[in-house]
């Protein structure tokens, strides 16, 4: 039977399981948006900004480890997706970008509203299709999910011409996705394991530092298995936070600039750092020449591209971390390392990383822990970019994957509100809280709206400090704390919450915390908390940028409390 362009676009995005697409309508979409209620089973969603598609598309791929569909139209919305298809990129989130654009005959003349999308995004998509026929649309759909969701996971886009959305072709559902140049590799090379086995064998003081490849993977149980057959410490970076429980014995948290200190000291004082699912990101290496200098390095990662690119390498198993981890718990000897593990536990309580001081003001990571106890790490923690960020990674306990959601790569503010939408429309009954900033939480505020017309019920604590405030803490630490364009005046989130028809509350004071974070997980619906945190706060430990990462700067003791607030303008 012939079918539109359209339709078998809405056909094909069923047959991928697909059943919501975060979207923004435009002319040259209107042929889609005409054909899309004959589908029912595709729930759209009308964002307020096609940047908040692609961070729900995000989102939602990451909480429910589905792909994630946003839609926009050509020209200015298709620039609009451009942060959030990078942002996906940088992070291996898997999402399919769908873009109008102009009529082919118009394709080329500057047309009103015509971009080269697809040019646009080449370096922040895997790849990228001009659906030129109707005929091939159903191919073309396949092929780009597969894509998305298989290797190292990524973003796809299509570019749908608008007349090629009216163009009646025959719809045949497309066989077996063959693509003779795209190569997943699977087990990895049973030699390198053998070699690696070896090594960790061997070692006395051996860590593991796990990345977001773990997750992808689905490798928590075999990665929780090896650790604990050779009673290896494990650490993650921030993307891995989740892959193995932090209240595991053999955690040791997250490394990096503001990773705790004994996660560091124990990069710094391992004789064997087994790297798996991460890509040594600047953040959590440091300073590369001092970078683990007493270890020899495994790296197991799907994507050889990531093998040596940042740091040299004994061992490198290209391949999927969960088939790899498979093969080497085979080969891994039970064992104990007692004197290192001591070693460890000494350094944690030297550099004691999630105490909370006593203050009269509000301290954010207080905030943090309250939400940690009152959803009993039951929840779904989106955030934005900056300290409160690093707050959330920190103090609340992350036991298990896809439940702590923030942008690591590209590090986009704006990422939080609508990546939690994502994440609460993929995963309808958790509990989703979204950790803001005052400053992040202005970039994609009209957000607000889409939570209430699609009745999306997160929860929203913004840690407002009235500052840019990992931006002043960099002024604060190197610029002689000269606040240049860091102090932010911001609206009442509260008043603007209820413009939006959104319940909120204020906090000014460490008694109303709790009483606050249970009202916000009784109310039926979106709810935001505006907490008046200490304008001053910074995050500890911190390695100054350049530095080594066992030279972080800990937590000054501080006697006198900021508060009540002086700087905000
Ligand atoms: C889109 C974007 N612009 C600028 C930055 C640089 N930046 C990183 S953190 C930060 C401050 C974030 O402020 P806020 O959201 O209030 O969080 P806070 O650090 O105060 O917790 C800035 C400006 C960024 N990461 N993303
Ligand atoms: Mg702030």
Redesign the pocket.
């Known amino acids: 039977m012939k079918k539109t362009g359209a339709q078998i676009l809405c056909e094909s995005l069923i047959e991928e399981g697909v059943e919501v697409i975060f979207g923004f309508p435009g002319g040259v979409l209107l042929p889609f948006y005409d054909t899309l209620p004959q589908y029912p089973k595709l729930r759209h969603i009308l964002v307020r900004h096609e940047q908040g598609a692609a961070h729900a598309a995000d989102g939602y791929a990451r909480a429910t480890g589905k792909v994630g569909v946003c839609m926009a139209t050509s020209g200015p919305g298709a620039t609009n997706l451009v942060t959030g298809i990078a942002n996906a990129y940088l992070d291996s989130s898997p999402i399919v970008a769908l873009t109008g654009q102009v009529a082919r005959a118009f394709i080329g003349k500057d047309a009103f509203q015509e971009i080269d999308i697809t040019g646009i995004t080449l370096p922040i998509t895997k790849h990228s299709y001009v659906a030129m026929e109707a005929s091939s649309m159903a191919n073309i759909v396949k092929e780009a999910f597969y894509l998305a969701r298989t290797g190292r996971p990524g973003p796809v886009l299509i570019d749908l011409p608008k007349d090629v959305q009216t163009e009646e072709a025959e719809y045949r559902q497309p066989g077996k996705v063959n693509l003779p140049g795209y190569k997943v590799p699977s087990k990895g090379h049973p030699t390198q394991i053998k070699s690696a086995a070896k090594l960790i064998n061997e070692a006395q003081r051996p860590l593991i530092i796990a990345g977001r490849g773990v997750i992808i993977s689905g490798a928590g149980a075999e990665l929780k298995q090896f650790a604990e057959t050779g009673q290896i410490p494990v650490i993650t970076t921030l993307l891995g936070i989740g892959c193995f429980p932090e209240n595991h014995i053999l955690s040791y948290g997250m490394a990096g600039m503001h990773g705790s200190g004994y996660a560091n000291k124990a990069i710094d004082n391992t004789d064997l750092l087994i790297a798996v699912g991460m890509r040594f990101d600047d953040r959590v290496t440091g300073e590369l020449s001092a970078f683990a200098p007493h270890a020899r390095i495994i790296h197991i990662d799907l994507d050889p591209a990531e093998i040596g690119k940042n740091v040299r390498v004994n061992v490198p198993i290209v391949g999927d971390v969960k088939a790899v981890l498979q093969a080497l718990n085979k080969l891994v000897n039970t064992t104990d390392h007692v004197e290192w593990i001591q070693e460890l536990d000494e350094l944690r309580k030297q550099h004691p990383m999630t105490d909370i001081r006593d203050s009269a003001g509000l301290l954010p990571q207080y905030i943090i822990r309250q939400i940690y106890e009152a959803t009993g790490g039951d929840a779904i923690v989106v955030t934005?970019?900056?300290?409160?960020?690093m707050w959330a990674a920190q103090h609340y306990i992350h036991n298990e994957p896809n439940r702590f959601i923030s942008s690591g790569g590209l590090?986009?503010?704006?990422f939080g509100l609508p990546a939690s939408m994502g994440a609460k429309v993929g995963c309808p009954d958790k509990t989703v809280w979204c950790i803001?900033?005052?400053?992040?939480?202005q970039?994609t505020i009209q957000e607000l709206a889409t939570l209430v017309q699609d009745d999306i019920a997160v929860k929203i604590a913004v840690?407002n400090?009235g500052?840019?405030?990992?931006?002043r803490q960099w002024q604060d630490l190197f610029y002689d704390k000269r606040y240049v364009a860091t102090p932010?005046s911001c609206p009442d989130f509260v008043k603007v919450a209820e413009a939006y028809r959104i319940a909120g509350l204020r906090v000014t004071q460490r008694e109303e915390v709790a009483p606050a974070i249970a009202q916000a997980m009784q109310h039926d619906g979106p709810f935001l908390i505006d907490f008046m945190v200490e304008p001053e706060e910074n995050v500890y430990p911190m390695v100054p940028p350049g530095a080594a990462i066992a030279q972080f700067i800990e937590e000054p003791k501080k006697e006198v409390s900021t508060w009540p607030r002086t700087s905000t303008p």
Do not use: I
């Open positions: 934005g970019v900056g300290q409160h960020q590090g986009t503010m704006g803001d900033g005052d400053g992040s939480l970039m840690l400090n500052y840019l405030g990992m931006v932010l």
